[in-house]
């Protein structure tokens, strides 16, 4: 089996100056001509290995690399510019997450599937607004890989159903947020309360409030706690900034 895994190639600059188009894959009528070339990046020696023997098989696919680390994958990136990147989330020194940032950087054109354990919310989410193209559970079987490594370099996303599942709930809830702060209206202020938070804007201390409304420094201090009472706020600035947001005051 080893025996039929082709060579790591470590001349990709080369590569891509001949032969055509590297850059994309593509020939001049779209199809593909090029294999998809993978840099496969996990801590495990034997899981890295054993993805090269079932990619090797693939003909359109060309693992042309692998890193044991999120700071090697940058290296190797920045040097192979693969098509796509095949990496874990956890790994020792610097995980995966962390590595997309840097990876998209040095290799833009390159595409990234993390392929985990990890079914984490929140590693989802993270890889996702890392730069991710594809989120993989290791369950998978290895069929799934080789055709989802084809989707992504084909454009698509690939996300594991059951992390698909919880990213829609999660987009619901946010949705639900958004529209129930929406029916919530602005708490409404008297319009002495609203002069008293203009003039708060302006940067007047209660005692200048208390002045050019001819009123007592005591009620000024009353409006600013019935203000940030009714706006649930702690601070007097939060107030400004919370009612300009709203449109509940416009300073000019």
């Known amino acids: 089996m080893a025996d039929n895994f082709g060579p790591v190639h470590d001349g990709s600059h080369a590569d891509r100056r001949n032969g055509g188009d590297r850059e994309s894959g593509m020939d001049m009528g779209g199809s593909r001509k090029e294999p998809i070339r993978v840099l496969v990046v996990d801590d495990h020696a034997l899981f890295r290995r054993g993805l090269e023997i079932v990619l090797a098989a693939e003909e359109d696919i060309q693992v042309i690399g692998e890193a044991g680390d999120g700071a090697e994958a940058v290296d190797k990136a920045a040097d192979l510019l693969p098509d796509i990147v095949l990496m874990d989330v956890r790994m020792p020194r610097r995980g995966g997450i962390e590595a997309c940032t840097s990876i998209k950087e040095v290799a833009p054109s390159a595409k990234i599937i993390m392929l985990t354990i990890s079914d984490e919310e929140a590693d989802l989410y993270d890889a996702i607004k890392a730069g991710a193209t594809g989120y993989l559970l290791k369950e998978i079987s290895t069929d799934e890989v080789a055709t989802a490594i084809r ?102």
């Open 151 to 252: 989707a992504v370099a084909d454009g698509q996303s690939q996300i594991s159903p059951s992390m698909a599942s919880k990213l829609l709930t999660e987009f619901k809830s946010m949705i639900q947020r958004t529209d129930e702060r929406r029916l919530v209206p602005a708490p409404r202020l008297t319009e002495r309360e609203l002069e008293v938070l203009k003039l708060v804007a302006t940067g007047m201390n209660n005692r200048d409030i208390a002045k050019e409304l001819f009123i007592s420094e005591n009620t000024v201090k009353n409006h600013v706690r019935n203000i940030l009472e009714k706006l649930q706020l702690h601070s007097r600035m939060e107030a400004v900034v919370y009612a300009m947001r709203e449109k509940i005051l416009e300073i000019r």
